[in-house]
C-alpha cells in the first residue's frame, strides 16, 4: 500500500488564510443579512491599470494571428520583460542583475515554497516569528523541522523573535543556519529592515556560508529612505542572498499571477563532497523541469507596469492603499491603541491588550463590529498577543471599519 508523507501531518490544522475564510463563512451562515468588511487576507481591491489592460489586450489580439501566436515560451521569461524589471527595478538603483539571473514565475508564494527544494533535508533552517506562513509549513513539508512542540515551535527550526521590545529586528541566530528568511518589509508586521541591519544579515550569511532567502515583494510601498528596496544593494549580497518579488501587490496581479526571482550567478552553496555548486544552475534546472512559464499574454501586462504610463498609474494605486493604511493607524492610534507598520508597507500590526488571545479577538471583532482581520498567533507563536489589518480594501469600507472599531468597546 502507498504511504502518505507523513510531514504533512506535522501542519498544525489548515493554512490561515482558509480558516479564517471558514470561520467567517459559518458567521454570514448564521447572520446572511450581516455587513462585514474584510481587512483580513492581503488581496487587492482596485482593477489592473489601463496600461496593463492595454498591453494584455494587444497581446490577446497576438495569439490570434499565426505571425504573432506564441506557445510555450521560455521558462525563465520573456527577455522583453527581463530586461524591463533589471532596468526598472535593479539599474535605476545602480545594481547589477544579468538575464539569465531572473526567473520569471506565477507568483512570489509559489518561489519561496519551491526553492527550498534545491537545498539539502539536512540544512539548517531560521524563520523570523511572527512571518508568512509560506516559509514554516514548506519546510515542514519537506521534513525539516522536527517535531511540534507544546509551545508552538518546532523542534528544528531556529526561530528570530521580531517584536516590538526589538523594533521587529531580530537578533543574528545564537546556533548556526543554513538557510535565512527575511521579508522586508515584513507579512504581518509591515515593518521593514534598515540598510544597516540588512549588512549586519549579509555580514553574517557571508561568514558563515549561510544562504539568506529575502522576500521584497512588497519593496514598492517603502516610503522611507533607508530601508533598501533591494537586499541587492548591500555590499556582498550577491554572494549569498536570492531575492522574491512580486507584482501582486505592486500592481494588483493577485488574479493574474506574475512575479519574478533574482539568483546571482556568484551565489554557491557546498554538496555533500564540500565542492561548490551553482545556485543559480539548480534553480534554472529546477524550473526547466517542473515550471512551464508564465503565458505571453500576461508577461506583457508586467511588462507594461514599468511603461512611464504603467508606473504613474501603479503609483497612483499604491498611494491609494497606503492612504488606506495612514487612516487604519491614525483612527486606531487616536483611539488608544498600540498599532506598527503601516509607513513602508500596506500592513498594520496592531497590539493588543497583554493577556488577550488573538484568536478570540478575532471572533470578537467579527461578531461585535463585523470586521475581518487575521489574529497575530497564525504567523507564529511570537504574533500571539497582535493582529494583523490590511490596508487593501476600499476606502469607504476602510473608513467606515475603523469607525466601527473606535465606537465599539472592544476592551471592556
Not at 493582529?387 to 476606502?395: E, H, I, N, Q, V
Request: aromatic share 10%.
Amino acid at each position: 500500500m502507498a504511504q502518505i508523507n507523513s510531514n504533512y501531518l506535522k501542519l498544525p490544522g489548515s493554512y490561515l488564510f482558509a480558516a479564517i475564510a471558514k470561520k467567517v463563512a459559518a458567521y454570514r451562515e448564521k447572520h446572511p443579512d450581516a455587513d462585514i468588511i474584510r481587512l483580513g487576507i492581503g488581496d487587492v481591491t482596485r482593477p489592473l491599470v489601463p496600461a496593463v489592460i492595454n498591453a494584455m489586450h494587444r497581446a490577446v489580439d497576438d495569439m490570434a494571428s499565426a505571425e504573432t501566436f506564441h506557445g510555450y515560451g521560455p521558462e525563465q521569461g520573456y527577455d522583453f520583460l527581463i530586461d524591463a524589471i533589471i532596468r526598472a527595478e535593479y539599474a535605476d538603483r545602480g545594481v547589477e542583475v544579468a538575464r539569465d539571473e531572473v526567473f520569471v514565475s506565477d507568483g512570489s508564494k509559489c518561489d519561496v515554497a519551491n526553492i527550498q527544494e534545491i537545498f539539502d533535508l539536512g540544512s539548517r533552517v531560521a524563520i523570523c516569528d511572527p512571518v508568512y506562513p509560506v516559509y514554516l509549513d514548506t519546510n515542514v513539508m519537506a521534513g525539516r523541522t522536527g517535531e511540534l512542540q507544546g509551545d508552538g515551535h518546532f523542534a528544528g527550526v531556529t526561530y528570530l523573535l521580531a517584536s516590538a521590545e526589538n523594533g521587529f529586528a531580530p537578533a543574528l541566530p545564537e546556533k548556526p543556519v543554513d538557510l535565512i528568511y527575511l521579508c522586508s518589509p515584513n507579512n504581518p508586521t509591515g515593518t521593514a529592515l534598515s540598510r544597516e541591519e540588512l549588512a549586519k544579515w549579509v555580514a553574517y550569511a557571508k561568514e558563515t556560508e549561510a544562504v539568506i532567502l529575502f522576500d521584497s515583494a512588497y519593496s514598492s510601498y517603502i516610503r522611507e529612505s533607508d530601508p533598501p528596496r533591494s537586499i541587492y544593494e548591500i555590499e556582498g549580497a550577491r554572494e549569498v542572498a536570492i531575492e522574491f518579488k512580486s507584482f501582486s501587490k505592486t500592481a494588483g496581479f493577485t488574479g493574474v499571477r506574475c512575479a519574478f526571482t533574482v539568483v546571482p550567478k556568484e551565489l554557491k552553496c557546498r554538496d555533500r563532497a564540500g565542492k561548490l555548486q551553482s545556485l543559480n544552475a539548480l534553480w534554472l534546472r529546477r524550473q526547466c523541469t517542473k515550471f512551464n512559464g508564465v503565458s505571453y499574454v500576461v508577461q506583457r501586462g508586467a511588462e507594461a507596469v514599468y511603461s512611464p504610463e504603467g508606473m504613474s498609474e501603479i503609483r497612483a494605486q499604491i498611494d491609494y492603499y497606503m492612504e488606506n493604511a495612514r487612516i487604519i493607524r491614525e483612527g486606531l492610534t487616536e483611539a488608544g491603541c498600540t498599532v506598527f507598520g503601516g509607513k513602508n508597507a500596506p500592513y498594520l500590526w496592531w497590539k493588543l491588550p497583554d493577556g488577550l488571545d488573538s484568536m478570540n479577538f478575532a471572533d470578537t471583532l467579527l461578531e461585535r463590529c463585523r470586521v475581518v482581520g487575521t489574529p497575530g498567533v497564525g504567523f507564529g507563536p511570537g504574533g500571539e498577543g497582535y493582529f494583523r489589518l490590511t490596508a487593501f480594501g476600499d476606502r469607504n469600507r476602510t473608513i467606515e471599519a475603523v469607525e466601527r472599531i473606535r465606537s465599539t468597546q472592544l476592551f471592556h
